[in-house]
């Protein structure tokens, strides 16, 4: 089993380096333009030159291009045959397949829907390889983001394996009891009880156990928290959050302008 | 029905060697005890012989069936197993509706289903609790319906694995009251636990693992007179069968009547 | 005044008829390590969650009498404060990873970083807590990928690194194998022979005879006996109330009957029943 579940990979390099806080940042300006922006190329051209380099800088292309490809692949294929099926109507024609017709216009839509996606997962993605999830949400924290809303989302990362461990562990008991799960579809919609009241269940069970757990070290304190880990904040990271966010501004207020 | 296991080996996807080369034959009516630290191999081996798992090599069959070509659903008319923590099969809305979910999925006809679930009910107690929501239960109670369950299929060989982990001495007793007559009724019982004292005085045959591989399997008495052999797995012998061993004793003694009489012998 | 005070308290869950904590009166001194024994259902778990503040501050319901610890006032101090005071270690090792952390040494570290501790300190705490508890080499490795009983020592190093006055442990070894039950009970009896206050609720009879300076026997959420080990251990009053009972106490009280116990009182360790056998 995965021994976490994180995306993250240690290595030595300036991206690794910069502010948790500053990758958000550039992350959702990165997404921001890419999704506002006009242009048919916007989104290609943000992943071949800001992306791809920023990945190269990691030290983690190939981890990079690994996840992508994974998570491409199948959303590009699946737009596609989603806009060729249900919304024809270009006028082109490339090619026939059986009784679909398969038009220049529906592949260029496919193609700008599929890029943004593409980017808005990989931005993401390349946030994760490169920042440790619990100094994100030290960073995020001490810079306002209440306490609670941290820990649920690391802990929901952390649990997601563990309930799959539960959940497989039921079918076994249930199956021990002369369950069938390998019928048919329909029975199989009647063996959603067995199997989900006892991790519903136990779930609350372990809801309550880490409640007391995280309460019996203070989570509720009222005094200031500090934090294990020093989170370097450097003057080049606030440059960089400064200058991305006036870049934003900008491109904003000359769309607004412009239109 | 006789259980047949010949040089099992499992590893599983992440690449732990959980089992290396086990070989045991289990005779109809036997009472086995499987002791052992975690991570020696105890819960990898039972989940061989309903099918939960198959063997990466080697062979295991339940009477004539080899489990590769049988489904869990299937096995489950010979191999009955209670899971360590109840709360991860029980669902039901009330005790006796859970107990005879197990029958049903069987497919014994209606009047055998209610004949086995109070027979079930009666043998672990529950007769007074039929109409509980299990939930409702103490996770003590929990655990007799869970039992309850699996018993009620009336398979000719029943797994426990850790029965007896976080209970009382009352629920212990009952639970041991529970195997008695499953063995006087000529099943085959095979439980893991970490409570060589149960063990020892519910289990005539005990196998020790550690690491994948049996490091002892014989009669009780012996096998839990081998204090050095055990220490490799982190088991000390049962109380009285220590004690026995301070006084002098020549055998190994498992229960307080056997204790007992060899007191007598003693001092006689 | 003892270190832990207990008077008169009487708890109910909320939505429950029957209390599940009946005129409790318990005293205990400071350095005192006190085993809590008695079937499921008597009690042990609320007497815990009641030392620990958890009652009434996180369950709720309907508490009556006084819980005083180290002279604080659970009526008068909120649950967070509470904590500092009494800490808590419970069954399920798994349960009390706080799932927020991806190292033990991070995870031991996450109560001082709740209370405000400076970091320089925290490092200190947090390495010497490990050291006490022997388990330094693991402060890199996932805590998810422990064994049951390396969870368990996590469970309490988080605990200890707070520096509580009173150690409360509600059955910490029952879900865990040999190796990890001896593990645990290791760093028990080193924190109780450093001092530390110590009161165990623990099924295991043997280990509490050998250890415990006193035994309490709840039944039905009440105290039924409060003595040293021997004294409740062996006592006839324990008898048909699914108590557990050590196999040494329970063979000596048949022998007796069959003469072959000589002794006044019964044996609860191996040494006193070989001691006694050998004699008879």
């Known amino acids: 089993m995965n021994d976490r579940l994180s995306f993250y990979r240690k290595r030595n390099s300036p991206v690794h380096a910069l502010n948790p806080f500053t990758k958000l940042i550039l992350v959702s300006a990165l997404i921001f333009y890419g999704l506002t922006a006009k242009g048919f190329w916007t989104a290609t051209l943000m992943v071949a030159f800001v992306l791809l380099p920023l990945a190269l800088a990691s030290k983690l292309l190939k981890e990079y291009v690994g996840v992508a490809l994974k998570v491409i692949l199948p959303t590009a294929g699946f737009m596609f045959v989603m806009q060729s099926v249900f919304i024809p109507g270009g006028t082109t024609e490339i090619f026939r397949l059986g009784f679909i017709s398969v038009e220049l216009e529906t592949v260029q839509r496919s193609y700008l829907i599929a890029s943004r996606i593409f980017l808005f997962i990989s931005a993401f993605v390349l946030l994760l390889l490169t920042t440790h999830p619990s100094e994100l949400m030290s960073d995020l924290t001490r810079r306002g983001l209440p306490p609670q809303f941290a820990y649920v989302i690391i802990s929901t990362l952390q649990i997601i394996p563990q309930m799959q461990a539960k959940a497989q562990t039921i079918i076994a008991a249930q199956r021990s009891r002369g369950l069938d ?74 769309r607004l302008w412009l239109s | 029905m006789n259980i047949e296991i010949s040089d099992l080996h499992f590893t599983y996807p992440s690449g732990v060697q959980a089992l290396r080369g086990i070989s045991l034959t289990i005779e109809a009516g036997e009472q086995v005890g499987i002791v052992g630290q975690n991570g020696a191999g105890k819960t990898t081996l039972v989940r061989h012989l309903n099918g ?53 999925n069987l497919g014994y006809p209606k009047e ?20 509980a929501n299990p939930y409702d239960l103490s996770p003590t109670w929990r655990k007799m319906v869970a039992i309850a369950s699996v018993i009620a299929m009336d398979t000719p060989i029943v797994i426990f694995d850790e029965p007896t982990t976080g209970q009382d001495a009352a629920s212990v007793a009952r639970i041991a009251n529970v195997i008695r007559v499953l063995r006087e009724r000529g099943k085959t019982v095979i439980t893991i636990t970490h409570d060589i004292d149960f063990c020892a005085e519910n289990f005539e045959r005990v196998i020790a693992m550690s690491q994948g591989r049996i490091l002892l399997d014989g009669k009780a008495n012996d096998v839990l007179g081998q204090e050095e052999i055990l220490a490799a797995t982190y088991v000390d012998p049962p109380q009285l069968a220590r004690l026995g061993r301070r006084l002098g004793f020549k055998e190994t003694v498992r229960n307080e009547e056997e204790f007992l009489a060899a007191l007598k012998n003693m001092s006689a | 005044m003892a270190f832990v005070n207990l008077t008169n308290v009487t708890y ?45 501050h996180f369950f709720k319901g309907e508490l009556t009498g006084s819980v005083e610890v180290a002279g604080m006032q659970t009526n008068q101090s909120s649950l967070h404060e509470w904590v500092l005071n009494a800490g808590l270690v419970f069954q399920n090792p798994f349960n009390q990873i706080s799932g927020a952390k991806y190292t033990v040494f991070e995870e031991i570290a996450f109560g001082l970083e709740n209370i405000g501790v400076p970091r320089d300190e925290m490092k200190v705490r947090v390495e010497e ?18 064994s049951g009983g390396q969870q368990q020592r996590v469970a309490l190093t988080s605990i200890l ?83 557990g009972i050590s196999r040494y106490t329970s ?15 019964l044996p609860v360790t191996l040494e006193e029943a070989a001691e006694g056998f050998k004699n008879a």
């Open chain 1, 181 to 254: 799960t390998e019928s048919s579809f329909f029975k199989r919609a009647g063996l959603l009880v067995p199997l989900v009241g006892p991790l519903v269940f136990g779930s609350l069970v372990e809801v309550e156990e880490r409640a007391i757990a995280i309460e019996a070290r203070g989570f509720t304190s009222t005094r200031t928290k500090t934090f294990l880990h020093d989170i370097p904040d450097t003057p080049a990271d606030k440059f960089i959050r400064w200058t991305l966010t006036l870049f934003i501004i900008i491109s904003l207020a000359a």
């Open chain 3, 129 to 146: 807590a490990m050291r006490l508890t022997g388990i330094s080499d693991l402060a890199d490795r996932s805590p998810y990928s422990l």
């Open chain 3, 161 to 243: 690194v707070m520096q509580p006055k009173v150690l409360v442990l509600d059955e910490p070894t029952s879900q865990l194998d040999p190796i990890g039950t001896r593990e645990v009970f290791g760093v028990i009896r080193t924190m109780a022979e450093r001092g530390m206050t110590v009161i165990m609720a623990e099924h295991k009879v043997e280990w509490i005879a050998n250890f415990a300076d006193r035994v309490i026997a709840l039944h039905e959420g009440q105290i039924l006996l409060d003595g040293t080990p021997r004294e409740v251990l062996t006592s006839d009053i324990l008898l048909d109330k699914g108590f």
């Open chain 2, 52 to 104: 939960l798992l198959h063997p990466t090599a080697g062979e295991v069959k339940i009477g004539d069936w080899d489990t590769r070509k049988y489904s869990v659903a299937k096995l489950a008319a010979r191999v009955g197993y209670v899971f360590q923590n109840p709360d991860d099969q029980l669902f039901s809305r009330d005790v006796r509706t859970e107990v005879a979910f197990g029958p049903k």
């Open chain 3, 12 to 56: 109910k869950y909320p939505l429950t008829q029957t209390p599940a904590l009946q005129n409790i009166n318990l005293r205990v001194e400071e350095g005192e390590f006190v085993a809590l024994i008695g079937p499921n259902g008597a009690g042990k778990s609320t007497l815990c969650y009641t030392l620990a503040g958890f009652v009434p």
């Open chain 2, 112 to 131: 055998q289903v209610e004949a086995l679930v109070s027979e079930a009910l009666e043998m672990t107690e529950l007769a007074d609790k039929t109409e």
């Open chain 3, 251 to 265: 063979v000596a009280r048949r022998a007796r009957t069959l003469g072959l116990w000589k002794r006044e009182g």
